[in-house]
């Protein structure tokens, strides 16, 4: 309501604010979500800073055991090589100063590991339960993450005109800047909700490299041949964003063009 406060801020003016914003026939409301389903959101919060915490952990193991020439692959699943290294009291690549810090870092990843482990575990419990998540993962490149956090944070489908309204909520259509008459359009204008955003985004990231079936869509290969890969992915980001708006919208399962045809 803030566009619609005048001058100072005092409960009157609040008030009045809300009054006005009301009377607007084009106004916006925030949907009242249920308790099961703000759960599942904070099941995503927690588990987002699960995965924060994670990797400020074994960025710091790596560079200190990088500081004493041990290094490991890049990847989360090769940072076990590390931690055995750092818990061998045999290997005398280490210092016996430093290794009981490591011990400490080393216990700290793996604390963090399986806490996420049992988020998503959770996570997959309610997948199961919904229905409306169960039908959004029937979409290529759509996991039960993407899939509950969809669920959980789109309360109501309807309040999206269009496929193309729900993207633009995402942030994940052009940025305009318009004027006589000229259309300029830009990158995504980032707007929204940025964990949905980054999570479909990633999960078109992770399709483009092991879906056969999406590398052999021709509208993916000819935009592959004109674009670098990470718009492509934004442009498949998009599209997955407004298969599954109308997913929820007709409270179908997705159907292939073969299928559907």
């Known amino acids: 309501m803030k566009a619609y406060v005048k001058r100072n801020k005092t409960d009157a003016a609040d008030a009045e604010a809300i009054c006005e914003a009301v009377r ?9 979500k249920t308790a099961e389903q703000q759960a599942a959101v904070l099941l995503h919060r ?12 074994v960025n710091a193991l790596r560079a ?11 990847g989360l699943r090769n940072v076990s ?9 045999s290997d005398r690549r280490l210092p016996d100063l430093a290794r009981p810090v490591l011990r400490v870092l080393a216990t700290q990843v793996e604390l963090a590991q399986a806490a996420v482990a049992k988020v998503e575990k959770e996570l997959t419990a309610w997948h199961r339960s ?13 996991g039960p993450i993407i899939a509950t956090a969809i669920a959980a944070m789109v309360v109501e489908p309807s309040g999206f005109a269009s496929a193309r309204e729900f993207a633009a909520w995402l942030g994940l259509v052009p940025r305009q800047h318009s004027t006589g ?21 990633n999960g078109a990231s992770a399709n483009l490299l092991r879906s056969k079936a999406t590398n ?10 004109r674009r670098p890969s990470l718009v492509v992915a934004v442009a498949l980001a998009n599209k997955t964003a407004r298969i599954a708006w ?5 409270q179908e399962d997705y159907r292939s063009l073969a299928a559907a045809a």
């Not at 927690?46 to 952990?57: A, C, I, P, S």
């Not at 052999?216 to 041949?225: E, K, S, T, Y």
């Open 81 to 89: 090589q590390l931690i055995a290294i750092v818990r061998d009291a």
């Open 181 to 201: 008459g000229k259309a300029r359009l830009g990158g995504i204008s980032k707007r929204g909700n940025r964990y949905l955003r980054r999570l479909l985004i």
């Open 246 to 250: 109308a997913v929820m919208h007709r």
């Open 24 to 32: 607007r026939p084009t106004m916006r409301f925030v949907p009242i």
């Open 46 to 57: 927690g588990r987002e800073r699960l995965v924060r915490q994670r990797t400020t952990l």
């Open 130 to 142: 919904n229905p409306l998540s169960q039908r959004l993962a029937t979409i290529p490149g759509i």
């Open 64 to 74: 200190h055991l990088a500081e004493f020439g041990v290094v490991a692959p890049a």
């Open 216 to 225: 052999a869509d021709p509208w993916v290969i000819g935009l592959r041949r």
